[in-house]
């Protein structure tokens, strides 16, 4: 199956849709978009102050975005922090580092909490390396988690490493315990539930056409709101004003049919860690519950215009391209068949920093340019936007959340077309010629090309 939203739908059922708006409404706080960042601010916000009124417009339904359709992998990256740490000093990135690493026992918890059953096994997070250049930006990037404060992180040889999972010509790892494999469709499912059984009112099928200082409009009514909160991430381009805001990055995924007791014995995994790699072109997989590997990657990075994708159908290429990392890690795989295929946008910012916001002049606020890292990231946001706007309306004071240095980070607009298109194609066409580089000539450093391409695209 290609699209279908994604293969955790398949599995699982897609939702039964919510009411759409009807007439014009008030709140006391609007939120935009019904993924993770949207759902979780409704969440404690609702907690923290029972007595408010919010509302959430989901152009679909909850879910439909990249929170429905992630390799789930709750873990602690977050992207731009290195960049914090130039701007606001390595202590302000420690503390955000150690709010991240929180943020993955804070899902855990309060799914918990909820009786949201969602798949989640806490193995950690391991990161493999396969040639020498890959083996080289492990140690430096393991280096550098330490100096974050991971003090928990380990660097594993070849063998170690092998005794985890069996990926063909590993040269090295790093695990680190903040992190954990879960189902996103049952998460997104099972927050939407727990956030309307508190009492917030959630509307789908109502696309929010613009946001304004105290409105958000839709086609069937504006809802009028002092604070309204845009949570629309890989979607943001599509609101008026916003084209240029965040670029939306696709991301695309596989999943295997269900493998073998043999299988899964020649390949170990029995951590059932988030499984990722090296390579410039990175591949992010986990082991599912039902026993498949879903495994995800780039694919066609970016379309003109902004534009984003078709319920989550996926080119064949791209699908080959998978095809074509997975046997390379598992060779013996070979002829097993790819049981579904899809892809979901992202929101990249332009100096790939994810960033939160509240806006005390208008009430609009902001959460996400998470890149690649949002399942965790989106909690934090939101318990953060929470923070913002109680101290904004008087009910509480500071706190250490509203203090990290992501917060009301100001960014430039992306490029305006046909330079967008150019230099996102251009960014990963590079990537992946490094990639083949590397892994043909087994140099001991990163190719030039991929130092280049990140200069050019702004992440370093
Ligand atoms: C294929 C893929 C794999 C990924 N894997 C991982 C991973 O393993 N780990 C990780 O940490 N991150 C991963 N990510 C990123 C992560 O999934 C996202 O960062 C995170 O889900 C973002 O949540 P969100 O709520 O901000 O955005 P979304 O989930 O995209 O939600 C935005 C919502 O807003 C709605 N919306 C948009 N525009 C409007 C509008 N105008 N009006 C009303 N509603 C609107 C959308 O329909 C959508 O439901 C992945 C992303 C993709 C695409």
Not at 140 to 168: I, M, N, Q, T
Not at 228 to 248: N, Y
Not at 291 to 312: C, E, H, M, Q, W
Not at 414 to 421: A, D, K, N, V, Y
Request: hydrophobic fraction near 40%; include cysteine.
């Amino acid at each position: 199956m290609n699209g279908g939203i994604s293969f955790w739908y398949a599995d699982d059922g897609l939702p039964a849709t919510r009411e759409p708006l009807t007439s014009d409404a008030t709140a006391d706080v609007c939120v935009v978009g019904g993924g993770y960042t949207g759902l979780w601010t409704a969440y404690y916000l609702k907690k923290a102050a029972p007595f408010l009124r919010i509302t959430v417009l989901e152009q679909k339904f909850c879910g439909y975005g990249a929170s429905g359709r992630n390799g789930g992998w709750l873990y602690n990256g977050i992207a731009g922090r290195d960049r914090y740490a130039g701007r606001h000093g390595h202590e302000a990135a420690v503390r955000l580092q150690r709010a991240m690493n929180e943020t993955v026992g804070e899902v855990i918890r309060a799914a918990a909490e909820e009786s949201i059953e969602a798949d989640v096994h806490h193995g950690g997070v391991l990161e493999i390396a396969c040639t020498p250049a890959q083996l080289a930006r492990l140690k430096a990037f393991h280096a550098a988690e330490l100096s974050y404060g991971e003090k928990d992180r380990v660097l594993l040889g070849a063998r170690e490493s092998a005794e985890r999972v069996r990926v063909s010509g590993v040269v090295g790892s790093t695990w680190t315990p903040h992190g954990a494999r879960l189902h996103p469709a049952k998460l997104v499912k099972g927050l939407a539930a727990a956030v309307e059984a508190l009492g917030v009112t959630i509307h789908e099928s109502t696309p929010v056409t613009e946001i304004r200082p105290k409105h958000a409009v839709t086609p069937y009514g504006t809802v009028r709101a002092p604070y309204v909160l845009r949570c629309t991430e890989g979607f943001t381009a599509s609101l008026k004003g916003q084209r240029r805001t965040w670029l939306p990055m696709n991301s695309s995924m596989i999943a295997t049919a269900p493998l073998s007791a043999s299988q899964w014995e020649a390949i170990g995994w029995e951590g059932r860690e988030t499984l990722g790699d090296m390579a410039h072109a990175y591949m992010y997989a986990q082991r599912t519950a039902d026993g498949r590997i879903a495994l995800g990657g780039r694919g066609v990075p970016y379309r003109f215009g902004s534009k984003t994708d078709n319920d989550g159908r996926t080119q064949q290429p791209t699908i080959e391209a998978l095809r074509t990392v997975l046997t390379r890690l598992f060779p013996q795989l070979a002829g097993v068949p790819v049981a579904h295929a899809w892809s979901g946008v992202l929101g990249v910012p332009r100096d790939w920093c994810a960033t939160v916001t509240l806006d005390r002049a208008t009430g609009l606020g902001w959460a996400g340019g998470y890149v690649g890292s949002g399942v965790a990231t989106a909690n934090l946001a939101a318990r953060t936007l929470r923070d913002l706007v109680q101290q904004d309306s008087g009910q509480a004071g500071p706190t250490d959340l509203t203090a990290l240095p992501w917060v009301n980070h100001k960014v430039r607009k992306w490029e305006p077309e046909p330079l967008r298109w150019l230099g996102v194609h251009g960014m990963y066409a590079t990537y992946n010629a490094a990639d083949r580089r590397e892994s043909t000539t087994h140099a001991p450093d990163s190719s030039r090309l991929a130092r280049w391409a990140d200069r050019v695209a702004g992440r370093h």
